[in-house]
């Protein structure tokens, strides 16, 4: 079991950047993969970013290039930071970590990028 909290969603301008931080009550060395996930108002969650246990990263296509997501381990802490932000991108996002038998949600971070 593992509680997730997420926090450093704001207002940005398009062009700006935002940090996220998803802080596990665990260690989350052995959690099989962390994500970052976001949802936009009447469109379905999506995966943004994804980073394994042992480092390999994943990225949805419309944020490569300027979304990285990382994690420390010393400090129970997934990282997404966002830059060249756009509008689009506008969304609640919320953080995984997929476990052997279920995954965990935190309740989520809203972004907002005004134009």
């Known amino acids: 079991q593992v509680q997730l909290v997420e926090s450093g969603g704001g207002l940005v301008q398009a062009g700006g950047s935002l940090r996220l931080s998803c802080a596990a009550s665990?260690?989350?060395?052995?959690?099989?993969?962390m994500g970052w996930y976001r949802q936009a108002p009447g469109k379905q969650r999506e995966l943004v970013a994804a980073i394994t246990s042992g480092g390999s990263t994943n990225y949805a296509d419309s944020v490569k290039g300027r979304f990285t997501i990382s994690r420390d381990n010393a400090k129970n802490t997934v990282y997404l930071q966002m830059n060249s932000l756009k509008p689009e991108d506008t969304a609640v996002y919320y953080c995984k970590a997929a476990l052997t038998f279920r995954d965990y949600w935190g309740q989520g971070t809203q972004v907002t990028v005004s134009s």
């Open positions: 665990r260690n989350i060395f052995t959690i099989n993969v």
